[in-house]
């Protein structure tokens, strides 16, 4: 497996990849890459929430690689390029701007599978708009993750007004922004986003053109929020807002 990368774009994406907590399973610290002849995906998760990152890359060389998040985040930080290169099943190569490092690799097969994005898309919105919310709302999500019904984002789509309210509260305060929805092909009940996610969501928006397209789907337990092809896919709970 081979492939090179813009330095820049790499590093944005370990950012992204770097859950808050440390996993008790010392894989789920490794991000899973796979490279195709001129793109590549990253994919970390800690089994609540995963992150899929898209990134472009150059001479790809199609192959999978576990590598450490965030060794890989050391090693490229403030680099122009970085190729990385494995041979063998347990070692990496990382090039950056003249300087060589070494990387163990853990064993793709022991990687926890990770979930699918389904193909269909409920509802659609602006990705200035549901940024914006998000900005507006979450800073009233409660801090008390032993109350998972209010710890973390309220999303309830209108097929009528063509709308979707997205809400927060601590039990004491609410904050509530509607915005309009491009497209709704299908309406689901009251979706609580974790609070976990949430940040991720956040971190994957920030560099997104404003007038860009956000996909949301509910669907079997699981909620998927993505933008092209960069995702964040979280467990969903059966809970009453």
Known sequence: ??????????????????????????????????????????????????????????????????????????????????????????????????????LHCDSVDDYPPIATAPARVDVEVQVGAFRDALTSVAYAMSDDLTRPHISGLCLQPDSLAGTMRIAATDGHRLALVTVPATTMLSARGTTIIPRAAVAHIQKMLRYVPAGSTLGITALDGLITIRCGADRVLAKLEDLVY
């Not at 808050?20 to 609540?48: C, F, M």
């Not at 192959?63 to 970085?82: E, N, Q």
């Open 1 to 102: 497996m081979r492939g090179t990368f813009d330095g820049k774009a790499l590093a944005r994406a370990m950012t992204r990849l770097q859950f808050a907590r440390k996993s008790v399973r010392p894989i789920l610290e490794s991000v899973l890459i796979r490279v195709g002849s001129d793109e590549a995906t990253l994919t970390a998760t800690d089994l609540s929430t995963t992150v899929v990152v898209s990134l472009a890359c150059t001479g790809g060389t199609y192959g999978l690689a576990l590598l450490p998040i965030a060794a890989m985040a050391r090693a490229t930080k403030d680099a122009r390029s970085v190729t990385i290169e494995v041979e063998g099943l347990l070692t990496a190569t990382l090039r950056t701007d003249g300087a060589t490092h070494t």
